[in-house]
T-cell receptor, first 112, second 114 residues
Framework: QKEVEQDPGPLSVPEGAIVSLNCTYS??????FMWYRQYSRKGPELLMY????GNKEDGRFTAQVDKSSKYISLFIRDSQPSDSATYLC????????????FGTGTLLAVQP | GAGVSQSPRYKVAKRGQDVALRCDPISGHVSLFWYQQALGQGPEFLTY????????KSGLPSDRFFAERPEGSVSTLKIQRTQQEDSAVYLCASSQISAGNTIYFGEGSWLTVV
């Protein structure tokens, strides 16, 4: 079993829909949780970063972390065709470690 | 430079050939990372440098993989005697401070071993 599980999709939604993307994890030492967006043939780009449990909002994006359930989510409101990309969750332990553990990524297509 | 720069962007290697992939991090960034991303998968950690010191190489899959950052800026990932299973995108990333949480990725070097 992988440390981080993510449904690969693909997920297809109409423009304007609310999108929910999720990851589960097994390592209770994870304290930092991130969401990256990766366009085709590009490198991952950091979207959201959250420390420990709680919610964080940035424009149309909301990240949620539930450490008790080992579950994280990314919500995208009013989705746009330009949001079409692969969304990767990533996590790391506290302390001095720098190693990010990524999910497999969910491919999202927003249809105009 | 404005971002993390990697070269070559695309490389086709014959099985058994040695390859070298270059990463030029954002100027002044202390930390540098290499990740491997297979098709349809998330990136997997290979190795980490703080300045010129390689502090973690636990993700290197075999002794055919070697990374260096001799002057604490540009880094090279070398793969000796390439195998088909080495075909992947090799991503370099950098961050401003050690244990920094804002990590910037390059566009990757796409390696195909035939």
């Amino acid at each position: 079993q992988k440390e981080v599980e993510q449904d690969p999709g693909p997920l297809s939604v109409p423009e304007g829909a609310i999108v929910s993307l999720n990851c589960t994890y097994s390592n209770s030492a994870f304290q930092y949780f991130m969401w990256y967006r990766q366009y085709s043939r590009k490198g991952p780009e950091l979207l959201m970063y959250t420390y420990s449990s709680g919610n964080k909002e940035d424009g149309r994006f909301t990240a949620q972390v539930d450490k008790s359930s080992k579950y994280i989510s990314l919500f995208i409101r009013d989705s746009q065709p330009s949001d079409s990309a692969t969304y990767l969750c990533a996590m790391k332990e506290g302390g001095a470690t720098n190693k990010l553990i990524f999910g497999t990524g969910t491919l999202l297509a927003v249809q105009p | 430079g404005a971002g993390v720069s990697q070269s070559p962007r695309y490389k086709v290697a014959k099985r058994g050939q040695d390859v070298a992939l270059r990463c030029d991090p954002i100027s002044g960034h202390v930390s540098l990372f290499w990740y491997q991303q297979a098709l349809g998968q998330g990136p997997e950690f290979l190795t980490y440098f703080q300045n010129e010191a390689q502090l973690d190489k636990s993700g290197l899959p075999s002794d055919r993989f070697f990374a260096e950052r001799p002057e604490g800026s540009v880094s090279t990932l070398k793969i000796q005697r390439t195998q088909q299973e080495d075909s992947a995108v090799y991503l370099c990333a950098s961050s401003q401070i050690s244990a920094g949480n804002t990590i910037y990725f390059g566009e990757g070097s796409w390696l195909t071993v035939v």
